[in-house]
């Protein structure tokens, strides 16, 4: 599933927020861009037909939505292109870019060392 940027905005809500209200979504948008509400309503549009999100109830004259697919689902669909795009489709690239620019306390190094531990034990079988 190919989503826009601003449809990616959108979902980032939904999936933060669980059953939302496109007035309830709009409010939040305009907040960071300066759209307006039947903008914010044609996306939440676009990602029902899509299969991205999916009606849960209507009260009075509002229709709620919830999220038809995972983040993880989402980033699984995006990341390739992504690494293609801007590390020559490399994970290695662009971890090393995230570490240089990140300022990693000593449980994110512990983490990631214990992580990369796994990941050499599962290499290894």
């Not at 939302?20 to 307006?36: A, D, G, R």
Request: hydrophobic share 35%; with cysteine; glycine share 4%.
């Amino acid at each position: 599933m190919k989503l826009s940027d601003f449809e990616l905005d959108v979902m980032q809500i939904f999936w933060q927020q669980g059953i939302c209200s496109s007035p309830e979504i709009f409010k939040q948008i305009e907040q960071v861009k300066n759209v307006t509400y039947s903008t914010v309503k044609t996306i939440i549009d676009r990602l029902e037909d899509k299969g991205a999100l999916k009606r849960d109830r209507i009260e009075d004259r509002a229709i709620y939505y919830v999220p038809a697919v995972t983040q993880s689902e989402i980033t699984q669909t995006v990341l390739p292109g992504f690494l293609r795009r801007f590390f020559n489709g490399k994970a290695t690239d662009l971890i090393t870019h995230l570490m240089k620019d990140e300022e990693l306390s000593q449980d994110d190094i512990a983490y990631l060392e214990v992580f990369l531990k796994k990941q050499k034990e599962k290499n290894q079988d």
